[in-house]
C-alpha cells in the first residue's frame, strides 16, 4: 500500500487529541483509533504564574496542534490526558500535584470542555503510561499489567482486564511509597524505606554520592549530578557505583515480587529515566524477583521495559478518551 | 413475621450446598440465596489415607447434609467449596497444597460434578473467605475489599469490583509472602522475611517464646504452646510477651500499609485465629498503617475484623456457585 493510502487510511479513523501534560514538558498530539499519531508537538509547559496560565496554555497548545495537523476543530472527537496526580480520573478534577503551584480541587475536565467543545478524559500520567503500554507497547495483548515509572519519583499504573484500577480514592499504583526496607531512609512522602527514596532518580544520585564518599580510593572524584554519568562511571569500571546500581536493583526487585505474590500480573513494565541504567539495573531486579516471589507468579511474569519511552502517556490518554467516546 | 413464615421464605430460594475444606476439618452447609445458612455440618477431614479417601470423604458428607436438611438431591442447584490452594478456580483442578498428601493436579470440579449431578465452583479458601465477607460479612456493600487470614497461615483474598481478582496464575492475594523485613527471619516458602513468618500463628508463638529465653525475669516460665497462653500472659501483665504482639501489629501494618498505597481498597477485613489477640495486635497495627500510607489511602480505608469467623469460607463457597448458575 503506497504512502497516500496510508494517510487516507489514518485519517478517515476517528481522531482524537492526546496530552502528556508535566510540571517541565508537555507533549500534545492528533492520534487515530488505530494508534497512530499524526502530529505531535513539544514545549516547555508555561506554568510558572500559576494554574490560570498553565490551562489557557494547554488550550492553546491544543489549537495550535490541531491547526498543524490540517483538521477543522470538527474533526477532533476528543481529548484525552494525562497529568500529574493526585486527581480523581471520575470527575476529572485535580487535587494538589507536588510540583505545580495553585493547584488545589481544580474542575479541569468542565473547564476544557466548556473552551474546546469535545469531551475530556483525564488521567493520571503514570495509570495514562500503563495504558498506553498495554495498549500499543510492551504489555500489549496481556490481560494485566503493573506498569512502574522510575524517574524524578517512583509511580505506578495498575491494568486488571484492559482497564486501569483507580482503587477507592484513585491512588492505587503507588508502589513509590510502599515499604522496602522497614528502618530505612527518609523518602519525600515523610515515611521511611519507601522504594522511592532508593530507586527515584534523585535517590540513586544521592546514594551513588554517598557511597564515593565513603570508598576510599576516589576521593578524586567530583559527586554525579546525571544518571548519563552513572552509567559512564560504571563502563569505565567503577565497582562502588555498579553496586549501588544493583543494590538498587535488588531493592526494586523485591517490591516487584510483592507485586508478584499480591497481583500476580502477567507483566511489570519499567519506565521512565532511571531504566537507561540498562542491565546493571535490570538484571540484579530480575534476580531478586525469582528469589522472592513464588515460582507459580515468577513463571508467568514478563518484566519488560516500556516500548513507547516518551510517547505512552500520550497513547494512554488517546485510549482513555476513545474508551469514553 | 413468624418463624414458620420465615422458614418457607428461606426455602423457596434457590439452594446450594457449600463446603469450607480444610486440612483438619469441613464444614458443609445448605444456603439460600440471601446468605441464610439452614443445615450446617462439621467433621474431621478424613485425608489419612490420601485424596480418593478425601474425596469420598467430601461427598458422603454432601449427601449427609442433603439428607440433613430433608430436601431431596433434585432440589440443590449447585455446590461452592472452599479448597486449600494453590488451584486452578477456573477449571477446579487442584495442584498440590501443602498440607495434603497426594493432591497433584486433580481435577475435582468434574470428579465431583459427575457424582453429585449439579454444577461445582471450587475456589481457594483464601479467595472464599473474602468473597463470603464481602458478600454477608464486614464488607457488605463496599466495591474493594482485601482479606487477609491470620492463621496457620497468612493468606489473603481480593475483591475488586465485587469479584475475585485471581492473577494470570491464580496466585494473587498472597500477602503472607510479601516481604516486609528485608533481611528478616526464614519462611516455610523458602524465602526470608516474609509476613507469614512474623504473623502466622507458629511465627507468632516462636517470636514470643524467643523473647521470653531472653528476657532475665521470665526463667521461670515454660514455653507457651498456643495463642490463648499468649492472651493469658499478657493479661497478666507480661511486657515482653505484650511487646512481640504490639511488633507483631506493627509488622502487619507494614503489609497492611502497601496493600493501601498499591491497591487503595475500601477495606481490610482481617480474619482467623490470630485476630483473637484482639486490641493488643490491631491497635499497632491501625497507627503502623496511619503511619506508613497516603492520607488519601487511610482516609477512605476501613480496617475491620471479620464478622462471619468460621462461616466466612462457606458463605464465599456460596455466593461463588451462585454466581455461576
Known amino acids: 500500500m503506497g504512502s497516500k493510502n496510508c494517510l487516507m487510511e ?11 501534560v508535566g510540571g ?14 499524526l502530529t505531535l508537538l513539544k514545549k516547555a509547559t508555561h506554568c510558572k504564574n500559576g494554574r490560570d496560565e498553565m490551562i489557557e496554555f494547554i488550550i492553546s497548545l491544543a489549537v495550535e496542534t490541531i491547526e498543524k495537523s490540517n483538521l477543522s476543530k470538527e474533526e477532533i472527537c476528543g481529548m484525552g490526558i494525562g497529568f500529574p496526580g493526585p486527581l480523581n480520573a ?5 487535587f494538589n500535584p507536588p510540583n505545580l503551584d495553585g493547584w488545589d480541587c481544580v474542575p479541569l475536565r468542565g473547564m476544557l470542555e466548556k473552551e474546546l467543545g469535545v469531551p475530556v ?44 484500577w483507580h482503587g477507592a480514592s484513585s491512588i492505587a499504583g503507588e508502589i513509590g511509597h510502599t515499604t522496602v526496607i522497614r528502618d530505612g531512609i527518609k523518602c519525600t512522602c515523610g515515611n521511611i524505606g519507601c522504594l522511592e527514596a532508593y530507586a527515584c532518580s534523585g535517590g540513586i544520585l544521592r546514594r551513588v554520592n554517598d557511597a564515593l ?7 578524586s572524584l567530583q559527586p554525579l549530578t546525571d544518571l548519563k554519568q552513572v552509567s559512564q562511571v560504571i563502563k569505565q569500571g567503577n565497582e562502588t557505583v555498579l553496586n549501588v546500581i544493583k543494590e538498587t536493583g535488588v531493592i526494586l526487585g523485591i517490591a516487584v515480587a510483592n507485586i508478584a505474590n499480591l497481583l500476580n500480573p502477567e507483566m511489570i513494565v519499567l519506565f521512565g529515566g532511571v531504566t537507561n541504567l540498562g542491565e546493571n539495573l535490570v538484571v540484579s531486579l530480575k534476580e531478586e524477583v525469582k528469589r522472592r516471589a513464588f515460582k507459580k507468579a515468577t513463571e508467568s511474569l514478563r518484566i519488560e521495559l516500556s516500548q513507547l519511552g516518551d ?12 474508551s469514553k467516546l
Open 24 to 37: 517541565t514538558n508537555t507533549r500534545m498530539a492528533v492520534v487515530n483509533e488505530n494508534g497512530d499519531i
Open 90 to 94: 471520575e470527575t476529572g478534577t485535580i
Open 213 to 219: 564518599l565513603k570508598g576510599r580510593n576516589n576521593d
Open 121 to 164: 478524559a483525564i488521567e493520571n500520567d503514570a495509570n495514562a503510561a500503563a495504558l498506553g503500554e498495554w495498549w500499543k507497547g510492551a504489555g500489549s495483548g496481556v490481560n494485566s499489567l503493573f506498569c512502574i515509572t522510575l524517574g524524578t519519583g517512583v509511580g505506578g499504573g495498575i491494568i486488571l482486564d484492559g482497564n486501569i
Open 311 to 322: 510517547n505512552s502517556g500520550i497513547l494512554g490518554a488517546a485510549k482513555n478518551i476513545f
Open 10 to 20: 489514518k485519517i478517515s479513523n476517528n481522531l482524537v487529541l492526546a496530552a502528556d
